[in-house]
C-alpha cells in the first residue's frame, strides 16, 4: 500500500487524477483510495496531521514493503525556485528535530524543512511547512524511518497571501510524474523476506503448541536457522506427537539436532 | 520494449551529518572536501540520527550514512573477556568509530547499534590526552575494536595518528585488527616493533556467505604478506570460527592456503577462536533475522553465548592440530571460555 498524505483538497486533486482514486468513507477523515494507494487529506497544522495519520495507519496498519509520501506545497526562502520540488532530510520543530532515512537515488534538491505553527510571512533560512513534523511524530510510529518520503514544493517566498487554490493545483499537477519514479525507488529499497510461507507459518504454529514457552523458543531458533541456512529446502513438519511429556522433549531435541546439524 | 532495471542505492556517505560543534575541526573539513558531493545536514548530536528509533539496520546497511562527532566521554575502555590481551599489563580498546563498513552477520555490532551508519568521532587528540596517564606501564591499545579502522583508514587517518603517537611512547602497544586489504594506506611509515597488524582470516566460502562487503581471502593474505615484507609485525587470527557442515575441509584447507602464501617465521601469533558473543548482543542479533549464525542452538553460560563445549573443543583440537604442522605451539594462540 501506498501512502499519500496532504494537508489540503488541492494538493490532493491531481493526484487523485494521476492515480485515479475514489473518495472513501471509512474515517472521519477525506480520504481517496483505489486499491493500492490510499491519499488521506489531513487538514493544516501539526495536529491535526498528527490526529489524521495516526487514525489512519491505525486504521490499515502499514507492512514493510507500504510507503508512505508526505507532498505538499511550502514557503521557502528567495534561493528556492517557485515551483521547485524539494526533498526533506530534515525536519525541525523548535528544538525537536526528525531525520526520514533517505536509502534511495533522486534527482530532487534535498534540504532541511522548519515545521511552524502558522503561516510565515517573514523569510526563514529553511523551507517552512505546517504538517511534515505532525506527519512524522505519527508515521514513525508504524512505519520504519526508509518507508517514509517527505516531497515540498515551493509555493511561495513567504507571501502565503500569494497562493490560491489554483496556484496549488497547477504546481502539484507539475509533479504527478515524479511521483512514479519517487516510487519506484522508494520500492527498490531491500525489504526483508519472508521466511516462511503462511501455509508453514500455520504447521509452525500447530506443531509449538505441543511445547512450553522455551522449548517452542528454541523450535523457532532450529526453524529459522534451518530456513535461512537452506534457503529452498523444505520444512518436513509432519511428526507424530507423544503424549508423554518426557519423550515429546526428546522429539523435540532431535528435531532441534536435524535442524541445525 | 525498454526494460528499466531498478534504481541504484545511493552511494556511499551519501548523506554527511555534522554537529555543529565539529564543523570547523581540521578533521570534518578534509572529509567533508573529501565528500563534496554529499549532503550534509548539521546536527546538535550524533544521537540524535544515529540513536532514532523505527532504524532498520537492514535496509541502511546498503546506503550507509557518515555522522560526524565528537566523542564526550572515554575513548578507552578496559578489554572484554571475548578477547585477548596478549599479558599486557593494561588492555584497552579504544573507541572512535561505531559502526563498520563491512557487513559481517556475526558481528556483534548489528546488536550493540541501532543503526548501521558510521559515527566518526573526530576528536581523537582527546583520546591520546585521556591515554597518556596510563603509558607508565607496558599498555596495549585495540585500535579496531568497534570497527575496521583499516577500512576506512583513507577517510579517517586514524590508525596514522596512533603510529604517530606510539612513537613517542615507549610503553604503548597498538594491536590494529583488520580484513582490510588496504595496506597501502601505511606503506610510508616506519614499521613500530610495538604495533602488531592483525589479519581477521576466514575460508572464502565463509567470506562469500557471513563476510559482507569485504576483500577476498587472497587479497587479505597479499595485504599481510605486504606488510611482513615491510617489517611489521603481523599476527593471523582465525577467529571467529563459525561452525558448519564442511568445517572439517574449509577451515585445513584455509591453514594451508594461508601458510601458502605466508612464511610461518614471519609471523608473531596465529590466533584460533570459535565463535562467541554475549546473550544480549546474541538477542538484538537475531531480531535482524538475517544470518543462520544467529539462530545456532549456542550453549549459553554466564550470559556468554557459544558453541557446545564438544564443538567448541573439536574446532579448536582440529586447528591446533592442522597449525601445529607450520607453527610451534607458544605460537598458537587460542580463546576459550575460563570454566
Known amino acids: 500500500m501506498i501512502y499519500f498524505i496532504t494537508a489540503l483538497d488541492a494538493e490532493a486533486r491531481p493526484i487523485c487524477e494521476h492515480y485515479c482514486l475514489k473518495r472513501d468513507r471509512s474515517l472521519p477523515f477525506t480520504l481517496y483510495r483505489n486499491d493500492a494507494m490510499v491519499l488521506l487529506v489531513c487538514g493544516m497544522g501539526k495536529t491535526n496531521a498528527l490526529m489524521a495519520v495516526s487514525a489512519l495507519m491505525g486504521w490499515r496498519i502499514p507492512k514493510e514493503e507500504d510507503i508512505l509520501i508526505n507532498i505538499g506545497i511550502c514557503g521557502a526562502p528567495s534561493d528556492y525556485l517557485i515551483g521547485e520540488a524539494l526533498l526533506i532530510h530534515q525536519i525541525i520543530d523548535e528544538d525537536r528535530h526528525y531525520y526520514p532515512d533517505i536509502l534511495f537515488t533522486h534527482s530532487l534538491r534535498e534540504t532541511s524543512i522548519r515545521c511552524v505553527g502558522t503561516p510565515q510571512s517573514t523569510l526563514c533560512d529553511y523551507p517552512v511547512d505546517m504538517e511534515s513534523s505532525g506527519v512524522f511524530q505519527a508515521a514513525s510510529r508504524f512505519c520504519k524511518l526508509h518507508q517514509m518520503a517527505y516531497v515540498k514544493i515551493v509555493s511561495d517566498h513567504c507571501t502565503p497571501e500569494s497562493v490560491t487554490k489554483e496556484g496549488v493545483i497547477a504546481l502539484l499537477h507539475a509533479h504527478v510524474n515524479m511521483l512514479d519514479s519517487l516510487i519506484s525507488s522508494l520500492k527498490a529499497i531491500p525489504k526483508p523476506t519472508l521466511l516462511f510461507s503462511a501455509g508453514e507459518r500455520d504447521e509452525i504454529e500447530i506443531l509449538k503448541d505441543h511445547f512450553t514457552k522455551s522449548q517452542s523458543d528454541a523450535l523457532e531458533d532450529a526453524l529459522t536457522y534451518f530456513r535461512l541456512k537452506h534457503k529452498d529446502k523444505p520444512l518436513s513438519l509432519n511428526l507424530h506427537i507423544p503424549n508423554s511429556k518426557r519423550e515429546r522433549s526428546l522429539l523435540l531435541e532431535k528435531l532441534i539436532s536435524s535442524l541445525t546439524a | ?339
Open chain 2, 1 to 339: 520494449m525498454k526494460s528499466s532495471s531498478p534504481p541504484s542505492p545511493p552511494k556511499l556517505f551519501s548523506h554527511l551529518y555534522i554537529e555543529r560543534g565539529v564543523l570547523e575541526h581540521p578533521q570534518t573539513q578534509r572529509i567533508r572536501a573529501k565528500f563534496a558531493d554529499s549532503q550534509v545536514i548539521l546536527i546538535d548530536h550524533y544521537k540524535e540520527v544515529f540513536n532514532r528509533p523505527a532504524q532498520s539496520f537492514a535496509a541502511q546497511s546498503g546506503s550507509k550514512k557518515l555522522i560526524l562527532a565528537r566523542k564526550e566521554g572515554k575513548f578507552l575502555h578496559e578489554g572484554s573477556q571475548y578477547s585477548d590481551g596478549f599479558g599486557t599489563e593494561q588492555f584497552f580498546y579504544a573507541s572512535s568509530v561505531m559502526g563498520c563498513l563491512y557487513d559481517c552477520d556475526y558481528c556483534y555490532l548489528q546488536g550493540l547499534y541501532p543503526s548501521a551508519n558510521t559515527v566518526l568521532f573526530v576528536n581523537l587528540e582527546d583520546a591520546f590526552e585521556q591515554l597518556r596517564p596510563y603509558l607508565g606501564k607496558d599498555t596495549l591499545v585495540a585500535t579496531s575494536y568497534d570497527t575496521d579502522t583499516m577500512a576506512i583508514e583513507s577517510l579517517t587517518h586514524q590508525t596514522l595518528r596512533w603510529l604517530e603517537f606510539a612513537v613517542e611512547h615507549e610503553h604503548l602497544h597498538l594491536e590494529i585488527r583488520t580484513k582490510s586489504a588496504n595496506f597501502k594506506a601505511l606503506k610510508n611509515t616506519t614499521p613500530s616493533p610495538r604495533v602488531t597488524l592483525a589479519w581477521t582470516l576466514s575460508p572464502q566460502e565463509i567470506i562469500n556467505t557471513y563476510e559482507h562487503a569485504t576483500p577476498s581471502i587472497e587479497k587479505r593474505l597479499n595485504a599481510a604478506e605486504e606488510a611482513i615484507a615491510a617489517g611489521w609485525n603481523v599476527r593471523l587470527c582465525i577467529d571467529p570460527v563459525i561452525y558448519t557442515e564442511n568445517f572439517d575441509i574449509l577451515y585445513p584447507k584455509l591453514i594451508e592456503t594461508i601458510f601458502a602464501t605466508i612464511d610461518p617465521n614471519a609471523i608473531e601469533h596465529l590466533t584460533l577462536g570459535s565463535f562467541r558473543m554475549s546473550q544480549n548482543h546474541l538477542r538484538a542479533l537475531k531480531k535482524l533475522r538475517r544470518s543462520d549464525v544467529a539462530f545456532y542452538p549456542y550453549s549459553v553460560s554466564d550470559e556468554m553465548a557459544t558453541y557446545p563445549e564438544a564443538i567448541e573443543t573439536y574446532i579448536l583440537e582440529t586447528l591446533m592440530a592442522k597449525a601445529h604442522q607450520y607453527l610451534p605451539k607458544e605460537r598458537i594462540r587460542t580463546w576459550q571460555r575460563q570454566l
